[in-house]
């Protein structure tokens, strides 16, 4: 595979995506001053939370390996299935870690996470526009589907987060 502006736009937006985690990480310590610690009851939850994404990114291997042997060409680019599972993972660890309340320890302020994940999804719109027609090249799913994959696992955590933050809880007593 040769060098070209596809793959410089991926290298770059490795780096962009990187330096916006490296900046949210040290805002995050900045002003919350501790590394952030989760309680017991959150550790043994996100435990669970990982099984669960384990058992889910399997669940997709097994789904894509079944639906590949119904059909006499490949539904995917070498290698994208593979990646597709990982946000499968991903999408799991994200969505139930924040209803489970095992996403964010004491410390950490929920709400600054609407912003990132904001950004991460206002990110994934142009680019999902711009490779739109290329997603599907021979009825075979190309990497230029991963934006819209992006979007997706993101709004859903997105989703997930809002609805949490927005949802009332019972009193305690």
């Known amino acids: 595979m040769s060098f070209n502006e596809y793959n410089l736009g991926v290298l770059l937006g490795i780096l962009v995506g990187l330096i916006i985690v490296a900046a949210a990480l040290s805002w995050n310590k900045k002003k919350n001053g501790v590394r952030a610690e989760f309680d017991e009851r959150q550790k043994l939850v996100r435990g669970e939370i ?6 889910a990114v399997m669940v997709w291997n097994l789904f894509y390996w079944v639906l590949s ?3 006499d060409h ?3 680019v070498d290698g994208l299935s593979g990646l597709v599972g990982i946000f499968v993972g991903v999408l799991v660890i994200g969505a139930e870690s924040i209803w ?7 410390s950490s302020r ?11 999804l206002l ?3 142009p680019s999902t526009i711009l490779n739109w027609k290329e997603m599907i090249q021979d009825g075979v799913l190309t990497f230029k ?10 709004l859903c955590i997105f989703a997930a987060l809002a609805l949490k933050l927005t949802r009332r809880e019972p009193d305690e007593e």
Not at 100 to 105: G, L, Q, V, W
């Open 110 to 120: 929920p709400k600054s996470y609407v912003i990132l994940y904001a950004v991460i």
């Open 145 to 154: 589907v991963m934006p819209l994959v992006c979007l997706v696992t993101f």
């Open 50 to 55: 990982f099984q669960h994404a384990f058992i």
């Open 100 to 106: 489970r309340d095992a996403f964010f320890s004491a």
């Open 123 to 125: 990110c994934q719109v």
């Open 74 to 76: 490949p539904l995917m």
């Open 69 to 71: 042997l119904t059909v």
